[in-house]
């Protein structure tokens, strides 16, 4: 298996203080994309490292990467991969969260025995990211009752810890989507059995008209986003084009108007931003 590290290549003093973080690549990106802008860890990695650099006083980042579909010539890490772990990522995909492939339920059992014995890592998933690890907390997992696809440049109203977190007063952001299936409800301890204490709080920190559940924040375990806070323009036409050409999205006028919205500004940065402050410890406040 290629093991795979990025650090940030700019000059930084070695008193910054680091984040270690894993990325568990669970697809991979357009050809196009992937020449443009490397695989969908790489992508995060700089996203991250940029959001670092602009904090005061900045913070660094560290990623290793891993593919891990087996079938495409991935495979998954071992427990003891995670030791130095700060945090830990779960891209998005084009495979179902709520599927049972064996690389899902193996990825499952992982997460669980990593969130069961190294209560300090942090948590973070993308797209089937945030969808996986909502599982794993006992959350349904399902597709839109209608089938329609949440897709392109879209309104998420914050409440109030979503206001915290991104700090900001706006009550909404805008993010790039990209899913059918979504959390049908946000996971509680009696459903996490036993993976979450009794009195611990999960919050919705956001919703949007297609999924009520945007993204779920667990103090100093957990921060999730169902939107995609890296893509560009680029991106999002080359995915919603994947989706087309194998028979996913099947309402064309509706992938036509949003791949036309791919180039608005959206709030992506905010989003890295608040999630590296997140696994740097610095959410305590925020209930």
């Known amino acids: 298996m290629e093991k795979r590290k990025d650090e940030k290549t700019r000059t930084r003093d070695p008193n910054t203080p680091t984040v270690r973080m894993m990325v568990l690549e669970t697809d991979e990106p357009h050809r196009e994309t992937q020449s443009r802008r490397g695989t969908f860890g790489e992508i995060l990695h700089k996203h991250f490292a940029d959001a670092g650099e602009a904090r005061d006083p900045p913070l660094g980042i560290e990623t290793d990467r891993r593919f891990i579909i087996p079938e495409k010539g991935g495979a998954m890490p071992k427990y003891d991969e995670f030791e130095h772990c700060h945090a830990l990522l779960i891209t998005g995909s084009m495979y179902d969260a709520h599927g049972n492939d064996p690389w899902i339920l193996e990825l499952l059992d992982l997460l669980k025995r990593l969130w069961a014995h190294h209560p300090n890592m942090h948590f973070s998933g ?12 006992g959350a349904t997992v399902a597709p839109s009752p209608s089938k329609e696809w949440e897709l392109g440049h879209s309104k998420v109203s914050l409440n109030d810890v979503g206001k915290k977190l991104f700090r900001t007063d706006d009550d909404h952001i805008y993010l790039h989507q990209m899913h059918q299936d979504r959390v049908i409800s946000p996971p509680t301890p009696e459903s996490a059995k036993g993976l979450l204490a009794p009195d611990a709080k999960v919050e919705v920190w956001g919703h949007s008209d297609h999924t009520a559940v945007q993204g779920v924040y667990i103090r100093g375990r957990s921060f999730t986003t169902q939107a995609h806070l890296a893509f560009d323009e680029g991106m999002v036409k080359r995915q919603i084009e994947m989706r087309v050409e194998s028979g996913s999205i099947k309402d064309l006028d ?20 608040a999630i590296l402050r997140f696994f740097h410890d610095e959410d305590d406040g925020i209930e």
């Open 126 to 137: 993308v797209c089937f990211g945030h969808q996986l690890l909502c599982r794993m907390l």
């Open 254 to 273: 509706h992938a036509n108007q949003a791949a036309e919205t791919a180039g608005l500004e959206h709030d992506g940065d905010a989003v890295a931003a």
